[in-house]
């Protein structure tokens, strides 16, 4: 284990390129150390932060074991990657990027279905007519879980849906499905709707860090140095 | 699972003998079910919340498998393999390992890895003299291990199906509060619902297809409704039928002008639900209960006071039976009588045995029509727990 602060950072897309703004707007300029291709950075003038780029989802699996001290990534993943969420991590400050819901769909001709008690009426109906509970596709398993219970309905079955979650109903791999969404859009693209109470997480990029990775005094003294750089930034839209 | 003592194992070992030994002598055949099931089949039966405890995984050809996290299921599936009607009478034992995930951390008392030891009987007539035969065995069985003191617990879900099935409402509605029964909140919300006019009225639904939606002429129903769709632009796709929907609204349109459940009505319900007695008292307890509301249910109690009877002949003292009308096992599947056996080193949350009739299972399980089904098992570890406690 080295003995800087590791800060992990998302290594593609859209959150990759509002990240590097971010931290450029507060004054910190990360560079890539070693080969352009790898995964390792640092930071201009911070020679105690050492940087990991990797995906979004693994950002809160460092987080959740501690392999990393800081980092940036959705709440939507944090939440799902750690039932424990607030005594693993704690939320720094939200990014005010990588704004997505995570909501309940269902096909929008289900013109009789408009809420979650709706659907656990439906699911029961639909048990009685196919013989097999009514499936929900998702990747978020955990929250689903935790909000179908939560809103009382039980009569479901969670399959596991790893890309294109939006399709499954059309594609006959589900009746409905738990997804992320900005505008609707592809939702609406896609046939679906978002129940009326069914939106589970208004998520965004948040900056996170963790209680269980190995802290010294000397790296909470580095990350008050970071926070206080980010923390004086506004982030403008 | 942490790595056992040698002599924990040996000790475990000997008492499953104990019991199955008690189990064999009195007729049930022993069988050894798979501890690999498909994961589809036991997850459309058990529901979520048990899923969310399963181990799934998936094996190199992409079947979704999973560990068993009980061995009733996997008993039925092997009844079916062997009558696939289901209908023929037979009796069964096993004792063998079940698994489920602890959320928050497995300990002594919630294993993830466990050791059931328990009994099945299917498609037997008399259905208070099984249930009665089944919890006897197991008591029987919980003493041959030496266990003195325990308590019993009992529900009974053919006397709150008996209640609904008196009590004037549509039969969709017995449906609903039957099926959020285990769930407390959302059978409160439900009741409520029921009492109340503008609860009924859908909302969010045109009005103009409400209207047109005639209850008393459910045929012309998914035409209307296929019409609505199409002059909507919505397109309907996947396995749930437009006849589906039509008859989903169909329901809203009538609840709309369905004459609420009277206050009284929802004040029994309520009132039931909330009755904890002694067992022995129970029956007269609820006729008392019924009486004033003319409600009558006196064939459910009978049932329910032979199979006192029946239990106390067969040498089970139910004069320290506890009963709870809301009390049941939050497994879904149950549907008649109810029983818990609890001792107080463990306390209420720890039961060191529980079963009771499921009717319904083996039939979503695949057999044809529903078959009569009674069933219980023993928490082995736990026991020994308690055997070593009292050892000690």
Redesign the interface.
């Known amino acids: 284990m080295s003995d800087k602060l590791v800060l992990a950072l998302p290594s593609k897309g859209r959150l990759m390129e509002q990240c590097a703004r971010m931290l450029d707007a507060a004054g910190l300029v990360v560079k890539k150390s070693g080969s352009p291709r790898g995964y390792k950075g640092e930071i201009d003038g911070m020679a105690d932060v050492e940087v990991n780029f990797v995906s979004s989802s693994e950002i809160a699996q460092f987080l959740k074991s501690g392999t990393a001290h800081l980092g940036v990534t959705g709440e939507d993943l944090l939440r799902e990657t750690m039932t424990d969420c607030e005594e693993r991590v704690a939320f720094l400050k939200p990014c005010g990027f990588g704004q997505a819901d995570v909501v309940v769909a269902v096909p929008a001709a289900w013109i009789d279905v408009r809420r979650m008690s709706d659907l656990e009426e439906m699911a029961m109906a639909f048990r009685r007519v196919h013989g097999r509970r009514v499936r929900v596709a998702t990747k978020y398993m955990n929250l689903t879980r935790h909000f179908f219970a939560h809103k009382g309905v039980t009569g479901y079955r969670i399959v596991e849906s790893l890309g294109a979650t939006e399709g499954a109903p059309a594609a006959g791999l589900s009746e409905l499905v738990v997804d992320i969404t900005t505008t609707g859009a592809t939702l609406r693209a896609n046939g679906l709707k978002v129940l009326d109470d069914g939106t589970i997480l208004e998520s965004q990029a948040h900056l996170v860090a963790s209680k269980v990775a190995a802290w010294t005094p000397e790296l909470r003294r580095v990350e008050r140095d970071v926070l206080a750089r980010l923390g004086t930034l506004r982030v403008d839209e | 699972m942490p790595a056992e003592a040698a002599q924990q194992v040996e000790a475990l070992e000997a008492q499953a003998q104990r019991l199955m030994g008690t189990f064999a002598r009195a007729g049930y055949e022993q069988v050894a079910p798979a501890v690999i099931q498909p994961a589809g089949l036991f997850?459309?039966v058990v529901?979520?919340?048990l899923?969310?405890r399963t181990y799934v995984f998936t094996d190199p050809e992409g079947e979704e498998l999973c560990l068993r996290p009980d061995l009733t299921v996997p008993t039925c599936r092997l009844h079916l393999a062997r009558h696939a009607s289901g209908s023929v009478p037979a009796r069964y034992c096993y004792s063998g390992s079940a698994f489920r995930y602890q959320?928050g951390g497995a300990t002594s008392a919630h294993p993830n890895e466990f050791r059931q030891a328990g009994i099945e009987s299917f498609a037997a007539a008399d259905r208070e003299a099984d249930d009665a035969a089944v919890l006897a065995l197991i008591v029987a069985a919980l003493r041959e291990t030496g266990l003195k003191r325990f308590q019993l617990r009992f529900g009974d879900l053919g006397l709150f199906t008996a209640l609904l099935d008196a009590l004037p409402m549509p039969a969709r509605w017995r449906?609903?509060l039957r099926?959020?029964f285990w769930?407390p909140?959302?059978f409160r919300?439900e009741l409520a619902r029921l009492t109340s006019q503008t609860a009924l009225a859908p909302?969010?639904?045109?009005r103009q297809?409400m209207d047109r939606l005639d209850p008393a002429r459910p045929e012309a129903a998914p035409g209307i409704?296929e019409a609505?769709?199409d002059q909507s632009g919505?397109?309907?796709?996947?396995?749930?039928?437009l006849s589906?929907?039509a008859?989903?609204?169909l329901a809203?349109a009538a609840d709309a002008r369905e004459t609420p459940l009277a206050p009284q009505v929802a004040a029994l319900i309520e009132g039931y639900v909330a009755v904890k007695c002694p067992a022995r008292e129970a029956a007269a307890k609820l006729a008392a209960l019924m009486r004033p509301h003319k409600v009558d249910i006196a064939a459910a109690l009978a049932s329910f006071q032979r199979r006192l009877d029946l239990l106390d002949a067969a040498g089970v003292d139910t004069g320290e039976a506890a009963f709870s009308a809301e009390f049941g096992r939050n497994l879904?599947y149950y549907t008649g009588f109810v029983f818990e056996i609890v001792v107080e080193k463990l306390g209420p949350k720890s039961p060191v045995a529980g079963g009771g009739r499921y009717d319904g299972l083996l039939a979503d399980v695949g057999a044809p029509a529903p078959v009569p089904a009674v069933g219980s098992c023993i928490h082995t570890e736990r026991l020994l727990a308690v055997m070593g406690g009292e050892a000690a």
């Open positions: 997850l459309d529901g979520e919340s899923r969310a959320p449906r609903r099926h959020q769930r909140e959302a919300a909302e969010g639904v045109a297809l409704v609505y769709l919505l397109e309907l796709f996947g396995t749930r039928t589906e929907i008859e989903r609204l809203q879904e």
